[in-house]
């Protein structure tokens, strides 16, 4: 039950987004209501134990560089409620089944030395980055508009504009430098043949060196609980196991936000949204999805490549033609032929994940949206091929399908982690091309989701400025 039935605003989803809309609103407002339909809050970084007692998997979000590095996130002072981020001595390693590797360190010059003939050239493109990631974030990580540091801007656009094919071709002389930027651009799960996917491997290397890919001591759900309790310091109001299906659900309120994709949203009975809104939301196209895994261990993983047991994430998937197969692959709807695998080891670097001894190990790959293939056997296999041994190490395992995921979470239609596909024609035209896209067109009626710019990650941007957008239009400044 609520407290009252009368509201400032109400937030419907406590993922990321929704509590970061809530926290901004309950800066501005006294009374504010968060709702979410599963019993714990957390959305996409929610923690469980999934396989055996007392191993502590993160359910989809596992390892949080946007979080670290989010604009908004960092005005919250976030350890103040208990936060701690880890941060691996190696963000990243990439494997080849020689038993040789890559791998980005947090520092620029000692993954340039790496990287031999290609060190030069990997510096020349990300150090004017790394010197301004968060002028470089700030404009980045928002809604389209004139950027604070344009030099920078049209620096970053002519390498990021470009497909990845294109830039790995012209940049750098290695195969295996090639194939760690594809497993970087790999993550937006587009065609790397395709325009500005360059910005994604750009980007993930850049927070590497500046704030790293960290994890979240005990789970991804402790920043969750984090966020709630700042909410709750401003005043707010959480209730969970509450699903929303109309209008009639929800107390009155002045301003509703939506933590969903647009096809909830167009499922939410009563919103009155015009014909011509709901058209242009029904135009939303989704991407693949991924089959999720998670492991007891009774050991650490047996990697050939010993560098791989100082990363807390993996990428496994080869050279860079087998990795744009496979995303290629999944894109159009096929099962690839092998597997590109996302893998996150964070017990090697947090005890609290594991009994004393013990080991947690989780992976994700893409594959086609709403799969309800177990691809478990394939994905353990082509482990086996970087780590021989593993599937002797492991205590139990759970896996989840394209179809169970969006069971699990309704925001991932498909199996889809980003709240919608993020190519160039959608990355910030999302939900509809719009000056105002937080808005619908009902006017006290806003989606606030990953379905909004700046797109998917754990950063919580997309409701910051949702809520943000609505403290402008009250003031008379939109």
Not at 33 to 52: F, N, P
Not at 147 to 164: C, I, T, V
Not at 425 to 435: D, E, F, I, N
Request: proline share 6%; with cysteine.
């Amino acid at each position: 039950m609520t407290k009252r039935n009368d509201y400032d605003a109400v937030v419907v989803g406590a993922g990321p987004n929704g509590l970061a809309a809530a926290i901004t609103l309950g800066r501005q407002f006294n009374a504010v209501l968060l709702l979410e339909a599963a019993k714990t809050i957390g959305g996409g970084v929610r923690s469980a134990e999934l396989t055996l007692p007392g191993f502590h998997h993160d359910v989809c979000s596992a390892i949080q560089p946007l979080s670290l590095a989010s604009p908004f996130f960092r005005q919250l002072d976030l350890p103040q409620y208990g936060l701690e981020w880890i941060q691996p001595e190696i963000p990243l390693a990439h494997p080849f089944e020689d038993g040789s590797a890559l791998f980005l360190h947090r520092s620029l010059e000692i993954t340039a030395d790496a990287m031999g003939a290609d060190g030069k050239a990997y510096k020349r493109l990300l150090q004017p980055f790394v010197d301004n990631e968060t002028r470089l974030l700030a404009d980045i990580l928002k809604p389209l508009g004139f950027p604070a540091s344009p030099f920078l801007m049209a620096r970053f656009a002519y390498h990021a504009l470009r497909s990845l094919k294109n830039l790995v071709g012209t940049q750098f002389q290695s195969d295996r430098t090639r194939a760690l930027f594809a497993g970087l651009a790999g993550h937006a799960m587009i065609p790397l043949e395709q325009a500005a996917t360059a910005a994604f491997s750009i980007v993930l290397a850049t927070l590497a060196h500046t704030v790293g890919w960290p994890i979240i001591r005990g789970g991804s759900q402790k920043l969750a609980d984090a966020l709630a309790d700042c909410f709750r310091n401003t005043g707010g109001e959480i209730v969970t196991d509450r699903r929303i299906a109309s209008m009639a659900d929800l107390p009155k309120a002045a301003s509703y936000f939506f933590d969903v994709t647009p096809r909830q949203l167009l499922r939410i009975e009563g919103l009155g949204l015009s014909d011509a809104y709901r058209n242009r939301l029904a135009g939303f196209r989704y991407g693949p999805g991924v089959y999720k895994m998670d492991w007891a261990l009774h050991e650490p993983i047996p990697w050939r490549a010993d560098i791989c047991r100082k990363a807390a994430t993996v990428h496994l998937g080869g050279s860079f033609d087998e990795i744009a197969a496979s995303i290629r692959d999944v894109h159009s709807g096929k099962a690839p032929s092998a597997h590109y695998i996302v893998l996150a080891q964070q017990s090697l670097f947090d005890a609290s994940r594991a009994p004393s001894g013990k080991h947690t190990a989780w992976a994700y790959c893409h594959v086609p949206h709403g799969s309800k293939a177990d691809v478990s056997a394939l994905v353990e296999s082509r482990i086996e091929g970087y780590a021989p041994g593993f599937r002797e190490v492991i205590l139990a395992r759970n896996g989840l399908t394209a179809g169970a995921m969006e069971q699990y979470n309704a925001n991932y239609v498909g199996g889809d982690i980003n709240g919608g596909l993020q190519d160039l024609g959608q990355l910030y035209t999302r939900p509809v091309a719009s000056l105002h896209p937080y808005r619908t067109s009902e006017k006290n009626i806003y989606l606030c989701s990953s379905s909004t710019p700046p797109g998917g990650g754990v950063h919580g941007l997309c409701g910051y400025y949702a809520a943000c957008d609505l403290c402008r239009r009250l003031q008379g400044d939109a």
